[in-house]
């Protein structure tokens, strides 16, 4: 088990590039794997969302397209919305009315725009999921879509929000009011009636899925998932992004993350192991009792841990239910477990300038690459999408994942991120991004971080 970075060498018959991972830097994509070391078939998937203003749909299209990128499956999101901002960046309610005629040319025209964009990134090679986000709200606008990718190859999973909790679809509008761009330098009580207007001239003509509709690949989803209808699912990919949207929930949450206190490794600088904490790891648990006090004040939270006993000697003075999680164990440095950066990089040179040159991609020699820990996380990122009120407690690239799926930071920099030891993050997801806080102990501990380019064992430091 690795701590951190590092770099193996090779065996005498040992050549580097045998352990170069399909589809990462080394070797071209192909999309029968797409690089992700899961399958994802020769398909290309159109996601329409359907459903009425202010049902969620952005926030659930944006959620999806940060998903899919955690995993490296390349997915885009076109908006309608903003297609039609650049002929009619301010519209009243009136321009939603389906009895106007201006109004509808010009949406017509966005919609169009739109596919027509759409259907040009799929043909230029670079994706294979696009989310349609818009209310196509008729019957007629999902025949036309549908039949608009058959004609290009394209799959299409129509995804439905379907809302009646009147606390959710006024938490939205309140939301729309003070964001959209529709709305902008407009008086807020006058933005949230309009938006409520054009609600209604949408609920005019809307027209849910039902069964005249049962030859469309669709998902309703009822209440924010507390009802899900699934219908004609056809393949691998899309059965993920259905089980990816049946997990999710978006009442307000918040999630605090902590890497283990200091290890005894940690001092020695070594990479790995299942050393024990150390005496300021040791302050370090004692002490987290009362940050997570001070964040989270008196909400009851679930402890998830590792299975290694640095994690779980952090966490042992903390009153609430724990879970031990192997997914959560730290990555594998396969033969360099328990050797320092210095030592890797004398008996692994090359390796080492390898992993520095690609280290999302890099495998350990019989271990993991920051890659693999994603794939294995994703059960962990599922559970966290249904649950409230968890701390994890855990190791520095497994916290770095995890981080790059909440705040979408691009797999080239996630490895690199700095995540101090004797340090509470508190991640809390909103309508749009994630908003991310810090509590630091006051209790030294080594740097373990590694710059691209340096040997550096780990550093004496504040955490
Ligand atoms: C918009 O113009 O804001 C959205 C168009 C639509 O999805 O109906």
Redo the contacts with the bound molecule.
């Keep these: 088990m690795a701590e951190t970075n590092g770099d193996t060498a090779a065996p005498a018959q040992y050549k580097p590039e045998m352990r170069k991972q399909p589809m990462g830097n080394f070797i071209s994509p192909s999309r029968k794997t797409n690089g992700i070391g899961i399958q994802a078939e020769d398909t290309r998937i159109c996601v329409v969302m359907v459903g009425l ?1 202010a049902r969620g749909k952005s926030l659930i299209a944006q959620k999806v397209v940060r998903y899919l990128h955690w995993l490296s499956i390349k997915a885009k999101t076109f ?3 903003q ?3 650049t002929a ?1 960046p301010n ?1 009243n309610a009136a ?2 009315d389906t009895t106007n005629p201006e109004g509808e040319r010009l ?1 017509r025209a ?2 169009e725009a739109a596919v027509n964009d759409m259907v040009k990134w799929f043909h230029s090679g670079e994706g294979l999921i696009a989310i349609l ?5 008729t019957k007629g606008r999902r025949a036309w879509i549908r039949d608009r990718c058959d004609a290009e190859g394209i799959e299409t999973l129509f995804v439905e929000s379907k809302c009646d909790d009147e606390d959710l679809i006024m938490s939205n509008i309140l939301e729309v009011k003070t964001t959209s761009p ?1 709305y902008v330098g407009q008086d807020p009580e006058e933005a949230a009636q309009d938006f409520r207007n054009r609600i209604r001239n ?1 609920e005019k003509v809307y027209q849910t899925i039902d069964e005249d509709e049962s030859d469309l690949t669709y998902v309703k989803l009822i209440d924010v998932g507390q009802h899900v209808i699934i219908n004609r699912i056809q393949d691998y990919l899309q059965s993920r992004v259905v089980y990816y949207l049946m997990n999710l929930h978006i009442k307000p949450r918040a999630i605090w993350l902590s890497r283990h206190g200091e290890s005894n490794y940690n001092l020695s600088g070594k990479i790995g192991g299942d050393a024990d904490i150390s005496t300021r790891g040791e302050a370090y648990a004692r002490a987290l009792p009362g940050l997570v006090k001070q964040m989270a004040g008196d909400r009851q939270l679930t402890v998830w841990t590792s299975t290694l006993k640095r994690t779980i000697q952090t966490a042992r003075f903390l009153t609430f239910e724990k879970l031990e999680w192997k997914a959560l164990d730290e990555l594998d440095s396969g033969v360099c477990d328990g050797l320092t950066y210095a030592e890797i990089a004398t008996q692994y040179p090359e390796d080492f300038a390898q992993r520095d040159e690609d280290k999302y991609n890099y495998r350990y020699l019989g271990g993991e690459s920051y890659r693999d820990v994603v794939i294995r996380l994703e059960p962990i990122i599922m559970e966290l999408e249904r649950s409230e009120n968890i701390l994890i407690v855990t190791h520095q690239a497994i916290l770095r994942c995890i981080y790059a799926y909440f705040m979408n930071v691009p797999q080239e920099r996630s490895p690199w991120m700095e995540v101090p030891l004797h340090t509470l993050i508190k991640l809390t997801p909103r309508a749009y991004s994630t908003q991310e806080e810090r509590l630091k102990a006051d209790i030294p501990a080594v740097s373990t971080f590694r710059a691209k380019g340096s040997q550096a064992v780990h550093q004496e430091g504040t955490g």
Excluded: E, I, L
Aim: proline content about 10%.
């Design positions: 203003p908006n309608v919305g297609y039609r901002r009619t519209p321009f939603f949406r966005a919609a986000d818009a209310t196509n709200s529709d949408y």
